[in-house]
Protein backbone atom coordinates (compact mmCIF):
# COMPACT_ATOMS: atom_id res chain seq x y z
CA UNK A 1 0.00 0.00 0.00
CA UNK A 2 1.05 3.39 -1.00
CA UNK A 3 -0.30 5.32 1.65
CA UNK A 4 1.54 7.63 5.02
CA UNK A 5 3.19 4.94 6.98
CA UNK A 6 4.68 6.51 10.63
CA UNK A 7 7.12 3.65 11.92
CA UNK A 8 8.34 2.86 16.00
CA UNK A 9 10.97 0.94 17.07
CA UNK A 10 10.24 -2.09 18.57
CA UNK A 11 8.81 -1.67 22.16
CA UNK A 12 11.02 -2.85 24.54
CA UNK A 13 8.60 -4.05 27.17
CA UNK A 14 7.98 -8.08 25.59
CA UNK A 15 5.53 -8.83 28.25
CA UNK A 16 3.64 -5.58 27.25
CA UNK A 17 3.83 -6.69 23.53
CA UNK A 18 2.70 -10.09 24.32
CA UNK A 19 -0.06 -9.08 26.38
CA UNK A 20 -1.26 -6.94 23.60
CA UNK A 21 -1.12 -9.49 21.39
CA UNK A 22 -3.37 -12.37 23.35
CA UNK A 23 -5.86 -9.70 23.78
CA UNK A 24 -6.19 -9.01 20.10
CA UNK A 25 -6.37 -12.46 19.22
CA UNK A 26 -8.14 -14.07 22.01
CA UNK A 27 -10.51 -11.71 24.20
CA UNK A 28 -11.24 -9.00 22.17
CA UNK A 29 -12.69 -11.70 18.97
CA UNK A 30 -14.57 -13.39 21.30
CA UNK A 31 -16.78 -10.10 22.87
CA UNK A 32 -16.83 -8.42 19.65
CA UNK A 33 -19.02 -8.88 16.66
CA UNK A 34 -17.99 -9.56 12.97
CA UNK A 35 -19.31 -7.11 10.38
CA UNK A 36 -19.81 -8.66 7.18
CA UNK A 37 -22.16 -8.36 3.74
CA UNK A 38 -25.41 -7.83 4.45
CA UNK A 39 -27.26 -10.55 3.02
CA UNK A 40 -28.28 -10.69 -0.44
CA UNK A 41 -26.06 -8.16 -1.34
CA UNK A 42 -23.31 -10.21 -2.26
CA UNK A 43 -22.10 -9.42 -5.47
CA UNK A 44 -19.26 -8.21 -7.83
CA UNK A 45 -17.21 -5.07 -7.07
CA UNK A 46 -14.94 -3.63 -9.68
CA UNK A 47 -10.75 -2.80 -8.53
CA UNK A 48 -11.54 0.80 -6.98
CA UNK A 49 -8.22 3.77 -8.11
CA UNK A 50 -8.91 6.43 -5.01
CA UNK A 51 -5.92 7.39 -4.02
CA UNK A 52 -4.83 6.98 -0.51
CA UNK A 53 -5.58 9.95 1.83
CA UNK A 54 -5.44 11.05 5.41
CA UNK A 55 -4.26 7.60 6.75
CA UNK A 56 -1.38 6.76 9.48
CA UNK A 57 -0.32 3.50 9.93
CA UNK A 58 1.74 2.89 12.80
CA UNK A 59 3.81 -0.59 13.13
CA UNK A 60 3.10 -1.42 16.96
CA UNK A 61 5.30 -4.21 16.66
CA UNK A 62 6.81 -7.52 14.60
CA UNK A 63 7.90 -10.44 15.40
CA UNK A 64 9.87 -12.27 12.98
CA UNK A 65 8.63 -16.16 12.68
CA UNK A 66 11.50 -17.28 11.37
CA UNK A 67 13.20 -17.31 14.76
CA UNK A 68 9.89 -18.80 16.78
CA UNK A 69 8.86 -22.65 16.51
CA UNK A 70 7.03 -22.18 13.99
CA UNK A 71 9.95 -21.25 11.39
CA UNK A 72 7.93 -19.78 9.20
CA UNK A 73 10.46 -18.17 6.82
CA UNK A 74 9.85 -14.59 4.94
CA UNK A 75 7.31 -13.59 7.33
CA UNK A 76 6.36 -11.30 10.24
CA UNK A 77 3.52 -11.28 12.84
CA UNK A 78 3.19 -7.87 12.86
CA UNK A 79 0.66 -5.40 14.73
CA UNK A 80 -0.49 -1.43 13.32
CA UNK A 81 -2.54 1.41 14.50
CA UNK A 82 -4.40 2.90 11.58
CA UNK A 83 -6.10 6.07 12.13
CA UNK A 84 -7.89 7.33 9.58
CA UNK A 85 -8.95 10.83 9.08
CA UNK A 86 -12.53 11.88 7.99
CA UNK A 87 -12.93 11.91 4.44
CA UNK A 88 -9.57 9.21 4.59
CA UNK A 89 -9.21 6.49 1.96
CA UNK A 90 -7.44 3.05 2.81
CA UNK A 91 -7.08 2.13 -0.62
CA UNK A 92 -7.79 -0.95 -2.85
CA UNK A 93 -5.70 -3.47 -1.57
CA UNK A 94 -5.39 -7.75 -2.07
CA UNK A 95 -5.12 -10.24 1.01
CA UNK A 96 -3.90 -12.66 -1.50
CA UNK A 97 -0.42 -13.69 0.37
CA UNK A 98 -1.23 -11.37 3.86
CA UNK A 99 -4.40 -13.03 6.22
CA UNK A 100 -4.99 -10.01 8.64
CA UNK A 101 -7.48 -9.36 11.27
CA UNK A 102 -8.87 -5.98 11.75
CA UNK A 103 -10.60 -4.70 15.12
CA UNK A 104 -12.18 -0.95 15.30
CA UNK A 105 -11.45 0.58 18.30
CA UNK A 106 -13.11 3.92 17.65
CA UNK A 107 -15.08 5.67 14.83
CA UNK A 108 -17.10 4.30 12.36
CA UNK A 109 -15.57 3.21 8.74
CA UNK A 110 -17.02 1.38 4.88
CA UNK A 111 -14.99 -0.93 3.41
CA UNK A 112 -16.18 -1.33 0.06
CA UNK A 113 -14.91 -5.38 -1.07
CA UNK A 114 -14.75 -7.04 -3.92
CA UNK A 115 -17.41 -9.33 -2.85
CA UNK A 116 -20.29 -7.28 -1.64
CA UNK A 117 -22.39 -4.92 -4.03
CA UNK A 118 -23.20 -2.47 -0.97
CA UNK A 119 -20.44 -0.75 1.58
CA UNK A 120 -19.70 -2.98 4.51
CA UNK A 121 -19.92 -0.80 7.61
CA UNK A 122 -17.67 -1.37 10.51
CA UNK A 123 -18.18 -0.28 14.06
CA UNK A 124 -16.61 0.13 17.44
CA UNK A 125 -15.95 -3.44 18.71
CA UNK A 126 -16.00 -5.09 15.04
CA UNK A 127 -13.76 -7.32 14.31
CA UNK A 128 -12.96 -8.38 10.54
CA UNK A 129 -10.94 -11.00 9.05
CA UNK A 130 -9.24 -10.60 5.81
CA UNK A 131 -7.98 -13.83 3.93
CA UNK A 132 -6.58 -14.68 0.55
CA UNK A 133 -10.05 -13.97 -1.06
CA UNK A 134 -10.25 -10.22 0.30
CA UNK A 135 -9.56 -7.47 -2.24
CA UNK A 136 -10.83 -4.46 -1.04
CA UNK A 137 -10.58 -0.26 0.48
CA UNK A 138 -11.87 1.62 3.00
CA UNK A 139 -13.54 4.97 3.54
CA UNK A 140 -14.41 7.28 6.35
CA UNK A 141 -17.25 8.51 5.59
CA UNK A 142 -17.79 10.48 9.29
CA UNK A 143 -16.90 12.70 10.98
CA UNK A 144 -14.16 11.74 13.33
CA UNK A 145 -10.90 9.52 13.27
CA UNK A 146 -10.85 5.86 12.82
CA UNK A 147 -9.03 3.94 15.39
CA UNK A 148 -8.26 0.15 13.62
CA UNK A 149 -5.74 -2.28 14.93
CA UNK A 150 -4.41 -4.46 12.76
CA UNK A 151 -2.77 -7.51 12.77
CA UNK A 152 -1.15 -9.75 10.29
CA UNK A 153 1.36 -12.03 8.72
CA UNK A 154 3.55 -10.08 7.00
CA UNK A 155 5.66 -11.22 3.67
CA UNK A 156 9.36 -9.56 4.42
CA UNK A 157 10.26 -9.70 0.57
CA UNK A 158 11.90 -6.13 -0.24
CA UNK A 159 8.83 -4.25 1.51
CA UNK A 160 10.20 -1.49 3.90
CA UNK A 161 6.72 -1.42 6.14
CA UNK A 162 8.48 -4.37 9.06
CA UNK A 163 9.51 -1.96 12.14
Known amino acids: MTFNQTLRRPIPNRPFVAGLLAVAFVALPLAAKAAGCPAGKEGVRPPDNTPASGVTDT ?3 ST ?3 LEPAAIKGR ?3 MR ?3 IEPG ?3 PWHSHHDRPAIIYVISGTVEEYASTCTVPIVHAPGDVTTETHATSHWWKNT ?3 PVVLLSADLFPVKDNAHTM
Open 59 to 61: VIA
Open 64 to 66: DLA
Open 76 to 78: LFR
Open 81 to 83: KLV
Open 88 to 90: GVV
Open 142 to 144: GTV
